[in-house]
């Protein structure tokens, strides 16, 4: 499977590259108008490009994955349908509604996936098979913590300048459309049922920027199981972060350390009559960008996917209209 990358900043580099390799790809040429984003590239032996649409014209891929700043996701997608070409791009599905239905309308019959990569880690795999084999009864409640640091100044590679992520513009928002809908999406995953009420609640408590630091979501499925997901870009990351539990009428099923771009983690069942602790097996090596790679090289293929984009604008309307009325809040 060829891939091609539009926007070969962190994300694509650090983690969607070594998962296109172990999900057997080659990543073929990238397109990115930063010298050092060039640079690394082909220092890889990888085709560089200044837009998506040179690399589209010139080289031959199978597929494409979009990891541009939120604002910047449209006009590669765009290039990618006009190219007939596959495309898999980052989340949020743009920094606006707008720009998000945009999309739907352009990728209308086309392979599109949002990269909701949590959905594909074995680990959340594993919990979405043992609810569905009945291993907690009927689930009540889905309750995460998704949190980091995120500092006005930071940049993955140390080059300094403005966080894209601290402006509003480019990023539609701040801790909350960055984190929330990872989990929030995981939650229609694990539990087979969409989202159909959803309240947000935010915070600037920490840092000096002009978006929320922090919030608080809580909603509940269209069967009736209550969610609750805090995230945060002001939680010191020594300490514990990253935590999904899901209560069941038998059991509670905990994750520790599974949400987020890497492999591993822990998930641990208790039953709800003795108390007693069971680890649930999963591949602790596979990453979620690996096992999200080889689900969309799948689909390229034509094997049977849950890619929706449906599926992906549904909550997006949700969210935008909670995330609307909290921001009038702040
Ligand atoms: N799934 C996840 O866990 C996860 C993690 C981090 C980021 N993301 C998402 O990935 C996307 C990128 O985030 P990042 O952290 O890698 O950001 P980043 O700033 O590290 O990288 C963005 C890259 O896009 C490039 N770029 C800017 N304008 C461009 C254009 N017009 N055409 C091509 N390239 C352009 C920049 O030069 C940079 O190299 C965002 O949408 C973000 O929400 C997802």
């Known amino acids: 499977m060829r891939w091609g990358i539009v926007g070969f900043g962190w994300v694509a580099r650090d983690y969607m590259a070594p998962g296109i390799a172990a999900a057997g790809g080659t990543l073929v040429a990238i397109a990115d108008p930063s010298p050092m984003a060039q640079a690394s590239a082909m220092s890889g032996g990888i085709l560089a490009y200044d837009t998506a649409e040179a690399m589209l014209a010139d080289a031959a891929l199978d597929c494409l994955y979009v990891a541009t700043p939120n604002n910047l996701h449209a006009d590669p997608v765009r290039a990618a349908v006009a ?25 209308a019959g086309h392979l599109y996936g949002t990269a ?10 594993a919990m979405a098979q043992a609810i569905r084999d009945g291993a907690i009864g009927r689930p009540i409640a ?8 995120v500092d006005p100044s930071w940049s993955p590679d140390d080059a300094g300048g403005c966080n894209w992520r601290a402006d509003p513009a480019a990023a539609g928002g701040g801790a909350v459309i960055d984190l929330a809908l990872h989990g929030l999406d995981l939650t229609t995953m694990l539990v087979d049922e969409p989202l159909a009420r959803l309240h947000i609640d935010l915070q600037r408590r920490i840092h000096d920027y002009p978006v929320d630091d922090g919030g608080i979501l809580s909603g509940r499925t269209a069967g009736g199981i209550l969610v609750q ?22 059991g509670l099923l905990v994750a520790t350390d599974t ?49 929706s984009i449906h599926r992906d604008l549904s909550l997006m309307r949700l969210f935008d209209a909670a995330y609307t009325e909290a921001r009038s809040c702040l």
């Open 229 to 250: 997901s805090h995230v945060a870009y002001n939680c010191p990351e020594v300490l514990p972060r990253r935590r999904l539990e899901i209560l069941g009428e038998d």
């Open 142 to 149: 889905v309750r995460i913590v998704y949190a980091c640091w």
């Open 116 to 125: 909701f990569d949590q959905r594909h880690h074995p680990a959340h795999r």
């Open 259 to 307: 949400m987020g771009q890497t492999a591993g983690g822990t998930v641990i069942r208790r039953c709800a009559r003795t108390g007693e602790e069971t680890a649930l097996p999963f591949d602790a090596a596979l990453s979620p960008f690996a096992a999200q790679a080889a689900a969309f090289a799948a689909a390229v293929r034509g094997d049977a996917h849950d890619f």
């Open 83 to 107: 190219a007939g070409v596959p495309v898999l791009c980052e989340k949020p599905i743009a920094a606006t509604l707008d720009d998000a239905e945009a999309i739907g309308s352009v990728v």
